[in-house]
């Protein structure tokens, strides 16, 4: 079975510019997750989808931050304009469903830094 | 809300030497916990979890780790580590929905030979 992949592996840019990452989710996994990892911190939950519905977008900063996943597939996440405390590693996770039946997989993530 | 305390950043160790890794949770639900592995640019890999039933949970790699209610404790344990191990350790928590995985900061785990 195919991982959850995830490009590009890195990225540097600087301030106020735009990035988006891709996630391509394992086959048939109707749920996908974003999480933002700085440095020195734990995972934290930006966004989840239900095939290509918002389930949980509470902690995604909209004023800059967008997501989206078209088809309920691939999924890209955006950053416009980007802030130095955007460096981050973000990573894509998928699950076959919901309810602790189905496990999580996660990308190897893309690290963002931010100039 | 839930929320994950881990009680040490990194934590060094000699090769062979037991290890215990320390996870503190605060819920007012009842919760799943979790202890995930991260090794250098990769993602995170699932250790162990616990859903229900027996408190100690055995978990990959030969790794361990007990729910204790009462202390709102999950701590990891290992009785004999080797150099392999070293990668950042981190203890989740989820509510019973399973829908929201709540990650604590993390520990680094340094085994020197």
């Known amino acids: 079975e195919a991982g959850v992949a995830q490009s590009p592996r890195y990225k540097i840019i600087e301030k106020r510019q735009s990035v988006a990452f891709w996630c391509n989710p394992i086959?048939?996994?109707?749920?996908l997750y974003w999480y933002q990892q700085i440095l020195g911190q734990g995972p934290k939950l930006l966004i989840q989808?239900?095939?290509?519905?918002?389930?949980?977008d509470s902690q995604l900063p909209k004023d800059r931050f967008s997501a989206e996943r078209l088809k309920g597939v691939d999924s890209t996440l955006k950053i416009q304009p980007a802030k130095l405390e955007d460096s981050a590693v973000y990573l894509c996770a998928s699950r076959t469903g919901t309810g602790m039946a189905y496990g999580y997989t996660f990308g190897s993530g893309t690290r963002l830094t931010v100039v | 809300a839930q929320s994950v305390t881990q009680l040490d950043s990194q934590v060094p160790v000699f090769e062979e030497a037991p290890v215990e890794l320390r996870c503190n949770y605060s819920?007012?639900?009842?919760?799943?916990l979790f202890w995930y592995v991260q090794y250098p640019n990769q993602g995170l890999q699932l250790l162990l979890k616990?859903?229900?039933?027996?408190?100690l949970v055995k978990g990959i790699n030969g790794f361990e780790a007990e729910f204790n209610k009462s202390q709102t404790s999950f701590h990891l344990r290992k009785p004999s580590v080797h150099i392999s191990d070293t990668a950042e350790y981190f203890c989740a928590v989820s509510d019973l929905s399973g829908n929201k995985l709540v990650f604590g900061a993390g520990t680094i785990l340094r085994v020197k030979s």
């Open positions: 989808f239900q095939n290509n519905g918002v389930v949980d």
């Open positions: 819920s007012s639900v009842s919760v799943y």
């Open positions: 616990y859903l229900s039933g027996s408190t």
């Open positions: 086959s048939g996994h109707a749920t």
